[in-house]
């Protein structure tokens, strides 16, 4: 089953920058699609991907600094 995440990182001491591009390589090397936007990112794939390579770049960006990683799933979506 393919699915399809909306996910928005904040880091709280100032380096959202530094946190969103090390969540966006954690996911693009899982081999994940990533469509990066202004105010969030959405990822699809086969659904064991996207949830292990999304909780790989949430550890990975919480490893950096303290962070709120808001994240919402859908199989409703188009998926590619």
Request: proline content about 4%; hydrophobic content about 45%; charged content about 15%.
């Amino acid at each position: 089953m393919n699915v399809q995440a909306q996910l928005s990182v904040y880091a709280l001491d100032g380096t959202t920058t530094k946190a969103v591009k090390t969540v966006l390589k954690v996911l693009r090397e899982h081999g994940l699609n990533v469509h990066m936007g202004n105010m969030s990112s959405v990822v699809s794939g086969p659904a064991d991907m996207v949830f292990d390579g999304i909780k790989k770049a949430s550890e990975a960006a919480m490893a950096h600094s303290p962070c709120v990683v808001n994240v919402t799933f859908s199989n409703a979506c188009p998926a590619e």
